[in-house]
């Protein structure tokens, strides 16, 4: 056998030893892939779960316009501030909005404005931080107005009882067309403020005070809770004979 043929057969030689060593890793790979605890599907929503899209909350702005009075609010502005302070009570609204006008011809007018405004709708029950002011542009408008108003939600739910099947008829031994379709619509009805339904709402602040007193009491070894009345005491008063 010549060289050539011996560098020839050596050449050849090394490449099949590169290709057995690849394939081992292939083999080695697929060998750990199929190991592999295979990946879960996501979780199929559950019979109730399945309604709860069909439950929309909308939210749609109860708004008054007040013209701008040099004067300040007119007893019919004011009537008006008044119901729509006691509509956003019941509605349990997080905020009033006011938007003022900016650019209108007598600024000095839509500042009593606001403050008349604002001052009422306090004065009312919603609380001066439930109040809060805006602006909009009202440049080349020849009579701005004060917009007042706060969101609205109202809730939509499923409509129930259309796909009841024979309850007596129980073979199957699965669940019923409307199963979760009555309950999920009940509480989305019975919720107060739809908007809870979006949501949680923010914790109030904690009482750092009384956790001073607590704790203070706690080191000194004293007892943490409050004074007992004698009202509570449970005890049952002798009946005048």
Known sequence: MTRCNLQRLAATVAGLAVLTALSGCASAMNEAHADAAPI???PAMTETQ???SQVRVEAAPDEI???????GLSQRQ??????????GIQAEA?????????????????????SAARARLAAAGTGDADIRVTSYDAAGDKS????????RHTVSTPLCGQNWENLTATRKNEVYGNFGCAITANIAAQVANPQDLLGP??????????RDTVFDKYRKG????????????GVVSEAVK
């Open 222 to 233: 004293e007892k943490t809770s409050s004074v007992r009345e004698p009202q509570a005491s």
């Open 65 to 71: 316009q007040l013209a701008v009075h040099a004067e």
């Open 201 to 210: 709402r923010p914790t109030t602040p904690v009482d750092a005070g009384r």
């Open 94 to 114: 997080r905020e009033i909005v006011i938007g003022a006008p900016a650019g209108a011809r007598d600024p000095r007018a839509v500042d009593r404005m606001v």
């Open 78 to 87: 004011a009537e008006a501030l008044d119901a729509l302070a006691l509509r």
């Open 40 to 42: 879960a599907p996501p």
């Open 144 to 151: 701005p107005v004060l917009r007042v108003g706060y969101l």
């Open 50 to 52: 399945q309604w709860e």
